[in-house]
């Protein structure tokens, strides 16, 4: 390679979302993360929308699937939490498709559950150990 590469950050992964308000409706509404981007283009033809807990240097883009991808991914995202247990319980009463339970198989690997958005979606939340 002959010159520097000027690469800052993981800015956004991308997800499919076949039905992209309702993908919205839950991020924000269920997990709580804000809306930064909502935006149309090719003459509103497409639609381009990314969400992020609030102040998170990354966010996830929730995208069209690509003409015959997948409808829904295991994404490999992982969302820190500070209050698992409590997090847990109420994506469960939200009626969010979350694991039964919490897993747990000590350190260094820390506490963690999956959960599904609605298209399917699979992502992570954590709780790191000190």
Known sequence: MSGKLHITE??????????????????????????????????GQMQWIEVAPKGAPTAIAL???????????DSGIIISTDDIEADHSALKEAGV??????????????????????????LSIVEPLE
């Open 97 to 122: 498709d979350v694991d039964p339970e919490i897993a747990r198989w000590g350190a260094p690997v820390p506490p963690m559950f999956r959960l599904r958005d609605p298209s399917g979606n699979a």
């Open 10 to 43: 993981v800015g956004r992964v991308a997800i499919p979302a076949a039905d992209q308000d309702r993908a919205l409706a839950f991020y924000v509404d269920k997990l709580g993360f804000e809306k930064r981007v909502d935006e149309t283009f090719a003459d």
């Open 63 to 73: 995208t069209p699937p690509m003409e015959g991808g997948p409808t829904s991914v």
